[in-house]
Each structure stands twice: as C-alpha cells, then as structure tokens.
Nanobody, 134 residues
Framework: QVQLVESGGGLVQPGESLRLSCQVS????????LGWFRQAPGKEREGVSC???????????DSVRGRFTISRDNAKNTVFLAYLLMNSLKPEDTAVYYC????????????????????????WGKGTLVTVSS
C-alpha cells in the first residue's frame, strides 16, 4: 500500500527558507516519479518539482527554478524520504504543498514546459501549508 506523508510547512517571512519532507512507503519494485505540487486558495493545483528514480532527472516550474531543490535519500528501503528545499521564499509561494508519486520511469510534465503535470500522479499525501508573509 502506497502512502505519502508531508511535513515541514509553516509560516515564514519573505526571503526565508523552509524544507518540506515527504515520507514515502510502498514503492517496493520498479521505477517511480516523485513530485511536489501546490495549490493556492482559489487557484488550480500546479506542479512545482519532480524527480525520476530511473536516472535522477529533476524538473522545476520556471518560477521556482534556482530557488527550490528537490531531493530524496538514497536508502533502498520500502520507506524513504523526499525533500523540497525552498529558498528565497516569496508571498506568491504561499499554498498547500502536496507530495505525489506514481509508478513510472519518467516525470510527467505539462506540454511545452518543465513543470510537472499533476494529472500524471496517482498517489497523494494530504498536504502541508506554507505561508510566506511579513
């Protein structure tokens, strides 16, 4: 059974940093894609970043590239951690952040962009709130 649990959200001031964690369990065989997505009030869910387990390729939404970094630990266990380090946070980064994953060898991306596509993910955590405000 696949489970994802996010943690690390909170209230920070503009310019500060925050690291989100996602505990993933249930990916015992094969490749997977793991991504971070966010949804602000009144807006559609959007992809922030994704990492592929097959070759470690990473993808970022343009507005976060250079500020956010996705990573995962290298433990070859059925339970592992993934992270999203967010630097130089801006008020427009305020949203509920979700960790999501799927059994696939690549990250699904929105056509014409490098942003991950949430339609391509089957398993989701419940989200953690990030608020950037002075």
């Amino acid at each position: 059974q696949v489970q994802l649990v996010e943690s690390g959200g909170g209230l920070v001031q503009p310019g500060e940093s925050l690291r989100l964690s996602c505990q993933v369990s249930g990916f015992t065989l094969g490749y997977y894609a793991l991504g971070w997505f966010r949804q602000a009030p009144g807006k559609e869910r959007e992809g922030v970043s994704c990492i592929s387990s097959s070759d470690g390729s990473t993808y970022y939404k343009d507005s976060v590239r250079g500020r956010f970094t996705i990573s995962r630990d290298n433990a070859k266990n059925t339970v592992f951690l993934a992270y999203l380090l967010m630097n130089s946070l801006k008020p427009e980064d305020t949203a509920v952040y979700y960790c999501a994953a799927d059994f696939r060898s690549d990250c699904p991306v929105v056509a014409g962009t490098s942003a991950p596509d949430y339609h391509g993910m089957s398993y989701w955590g419940k989200g953690t709130l990030v608020t950037v405000s002075s």
